[in-house]
Each structure stands twice: as C-alpha cells, then as structure tokens.
C-alpha cells in the first residue's frame, strides 16, 4: 500500500471510531403495571415492526442539555432522554407536519396514564367529528401516558404521548403532538417528573 493509501485508511479508521456509539436496548415490559399488561394484551391495532434505528437506544449525547432533560428532535424523528456521563435514550417518535409543528422549551406540566382524549375545536374542524372527550384505553390516539407540555403556566396544548398507530413511528403526521410507541412512552413516563424541562427543536434544525 502506498504512503498516501495508508494516510486515507488511517483516516477512515479514525472518523468510523469517532462516530456516535449506539447500543440497541430492546423494548421490555418491566415498567408495565397489570392494567398495561391487561390493556395492551390484545390492542385493538395491528402490531407494527419498527425500523430498527427508531427503536430504544442508548447513545453518546454531545449537546450540554442536563441530565433528566427531554430533547425531541423533529427533523430526524428522535427524542432523547438525558442520561448522566454523555449518554442517553434516544426513541423513535412520530412527530407533526412542518406546519402543525411546535418547537421551542417547555416543562412537563402534568402527567397521565392511560389518559382521555379531549379533541381540540382545530382536530374537530380537520380530522372530525369526534366525541367531545374520548375515553383513555389502547384504542384512545393518546396512547399509554402522556407528558402534558406547558410554557410556565399556560398549557401548549402539545403532547408527547402514546399512539393507537405505532406504524408511523419515524414519519411526520397530521397531528402536530409527538408520539411514541406505548412500551416507549411508558418507559419514558417512569423516568420522568413533572417540571422535567422538553426542548423541541424546529424543523430544519437537528440534533
């Protein structure tokens, strides 16, 4: 080989070594109480095969955000979980179209298992008519739990939740809240707590 091949070869071993270093965590029910178990042991919905890359990893996290922090980015269809010494979980999620999109910094406001559905008067108008309030359980869009997003006190009405549709996990839908698959979003409801800081970035940006 010579001098200059060795050059580009010691190179290419470098920057494969520098990448970011992933390790796939494979989904588990050991966060489930026994109403998950009973509720998602015959989901109304067909069980979806997530792409590997859009399900439970555990990453290097270069960013500064603190551990416990939630950042979700949109563009790549990722939401990460902070975890302390550079690491976190990173999820595949669906997210909003570009125009029902929400970015900016949030806290957790509240929090809910196997909460109901209170269509906006917006969802009514573009996806309607619904129920006025839909009630919680593995046919309800919100899925297992939900993270209620709120900007000091006033609620953004922005969800990341749990989905009845995990087939669009990794794509941009209709609704403009962040879905995880219910294994998902039930794992990130336990290490959550209300007043966790969630750091949406906007489309175009990446994390």
Not at 49 to 65: A, G, L, M, N
């Amino acid at each position: 080989m010579t001098r200059s091949g060795l050059t580009l070869t010691l190179v290419g071993a470098l920057a494969v070594g520098g990448c970011m270093q992933t390790t796939l965590q494979p989904a588990s029910d050991a966060s489930m109480t026994p109403r998950d178990r009973q509720l998602l042991a015959h989901p109304p919905y067909a069980q979806a095969s997530i792409p590997e890359q859009f399900q439970r990893h555990i990453v290097d996290y270069p960013r500064k955000e603190q551990p416990g922090t939630i950042l979700v980015d949109t563009n790549a269809r990722f939401l990460y979980y902070v975890l302390p010494d550079g690491k976190a979980i990173r999820y595949g999620v669906a997210v909003g179209e570009e125009a029902l999109a929400w970015s900016g910094v949030a806290t957790v406001g509240r929090m809910s298992e196997w909460p109901d559905w209170i269509p906006t008067p917006d969802i009514q108008a573009r996806l309607g008519p619904y129920p006025a309030r839909v009630p919680g359980g593995p046919a309800n869009p919100l899925g297992a739990r939900a993270l209620y997003l709120f900007e000091g006190n006033k609620d953004t009405l922005y969800r990341i939740h749990g989905t009845n549709q995990p087939e669009y996990i990794g794509q941009a839908i209709s609704s403009g809240c962040i879905r995880m698959t219910n294994a998902d979003v039930i794992d990130l409801f336990d290490r959550v707590k209300p007043g966790t800081i969630v750091v949406v970035l906007p489309p175009g940006r990446s994390a």
